[in-house]
């Protein structure tokens, strides 16, 4: 039952390779899937089309991190059907008020256009869900959050399942008993959400596909910025 899962747990099931789902968001009841063969990023691997690029150097949006989180996660579960119930809704809001779990939005003329969420574990990221309400939104949200953990250290991007969408960007599935060796490994290492100075340029975003963060620099347009408190994946059904 919902009830008996809290925020610790959560935490526990994660570290094991498990994550939750609802059947609905009217199920009240959460199950634990560890898939046979999960999706992950490369984190050295993410692509960036010449349209993506385009979009991200156009600049005529804004990136916060961890400023509307509830937002985020409210968005990715606006669709007729979905695996984010009011159970799982409490239990990340109560990971991101203890600083474990992170969003990151993308906003144009005030309105939020996409997003992502997920949590914050060593030096994996596990992500959640992802949306987008406008062209790009939620491919210009994966390519700040895929910069942005190249630069804080981490070293596993999970995204549970692999769609299309998220293959056609460069993740790829692993087997099982792969991902768990590769979690061990990241569980026993460091990561910054928030690394510290990090302000990267549209530029140097849409440069790094292929390869690590860029220094960290001043930025203009386009820029991070929100809270640094110490947030994705698309479940098979759920495709951006």
């Known amino acids: 039952m919902p009830d008996q899962i809290t925020p610790d747990l959560l935490l ?26 999960r999706g992950v990023f490369p ?7 010449r349209s993506l690029r385009r979009a991200i150097l156009r600049a005529d949006y804004q990136v916060t991190v961890n400023r509307d989180f509830a937002g985020v996660v409210a968005a990715c579960a606006a669709r007729e059907e979905t695996w984010i119930n009011p159970a799982i809704a409490a239990l990340y809001q ?3 008020d203890r600083g474990q779990a992170h969003s990151l939005e993308v906003w144009r003329d ?33 390519a700040w959050l895929m910069h942005r953990l190249r630069a804080g250290g981490f070293t596993l991007f999970d995204t549970q399942f692999l769609t299309p969408h998220l293959a056609s960007l460069g993740a790829v599935e692993i087997p099982r008993a792969e991902y768990h ?28 596909a292929a390869g690590s963060a860029s220094s960290p620099s001043l930025s203009g347009r386009g820029s991070t910025s929100g809270s640094t408190r110490s947030g994705t994946s698309q479940r098979r059904t759920q495709t951006s």
């Open 94 to 96: 109560a990971l991101h």
């Open 12 to 37: 526990r099931a994660y570290a094991m390779g498990l994550f939750p789902m609802a059947r609905s968001r009217e199920d009240p009841d959460l199950h634990w899937i560890d898939p046979r063969r």
């Open 181 to 208: 060796r590769r979690l061990a490994r990241a569980l026993n290492n460091p990561a910054r959400f928030d690394p510290p100075g990090y302000q990267p340029l549209p530029s140097s975003v849409a440069g790094s």
């Open 110 to 142: 005030g309105a939020l256009i996409g997003g992502v969420y997920g949590v914050a574990l060593g030096a994996a990221f596990m992500g959640e869900s992802m949306f987008s309400r406008a062209t790009d939104g939620s491919k210009i949200a994966l």
């Open 43 to 49: 984190l050295e691997g993410f692509h960036i089309s």
